[in-house]
């Protein structure tokens, strides 16, 4: 989780393998990164945040001439966010964050997984742009899976069902039971990545996709929320805007978006939409 420093505009902080990093913004093309590690996971840093910004897809190129034919209105829309990058997160942090995001804010969201990296994480201490902050890296899966049940459950909104999910979830990734690395091969169908994430107790369609396409690098995961369902309805005529979201009707949804946003890139160009939505139509604030 990156946190906005308190401090120092335009700074931003988090943990990396074990290892303090800042990455400040210099305009809305260029960014520098502060750390004292020379690889993250084995990887040149450098090459490592390439690939965690994916910067290898080309925002312009999303959604093609035909889209913007068919949907002028939001083309203009969208060429404001062409800053917007998908991360390639951490699946393990991905899995536990998204069962912490069933039916609250963002706020809440962000207060969970900073309770849980400071209750069971590691805390680190670096001189990053001259700040002194303690950090705390994110729990492991062992971490997770032996920590104390009220401790857990005070870090999950004192929600008991939660905790007890994470926890186990957490087991199966200690044990290798749940490779989460295996799933995200890009050779994996996500077909199956959906059915392994389900089998989990706490984890339905939408988290399965939401891990699938912010954790394992899936771009073509699709995932539908509440908001995800009006702009299907309201900009495309694809279903209508109704609550409840059965198995069945979410997959259709999903095959619709997806025929239409293009099978490879779906979910990053859904992400578009989806942030263009709450921002211009629903004038809600970034996150």
Partial sequence: MWNKSDVISGLYLSVIDSHPVAIRQINSASFSIETDAEYFHRIPVEQFFERYFSLDIANQTLFDDEFHSRFPHLTKRLLQLEGLRVLRQDPYEALVTFMCAQGIGMAMIRRQVAMLCRCFGKELHGNLSGT??????????????????EMLRSCCNNNSIRAN?????????????????????????LSEIQRELTSLRGIGYKIADCIALFGMGRFDAFPIDTHVEQFLSAWFSIGSSRSGLSQKRYLHLQREAVELLGASLAGYAGHHLFHCWRTTERNMKAF
């Fill in 132 to 149: 002194d902050t303690p950090l705390f890296s994110f729990p492991d899966p062992q971490e997770l899976a032996d920590a104390d049940p």
């Fill in 165 to 189: 999910n994470i926890r186990e979830a957490s087991r199966l990734a200690a044990i290798g039971a749940l490779d989460l690395h295996a799933l995200s091969e890009p050779s994996v169908p």
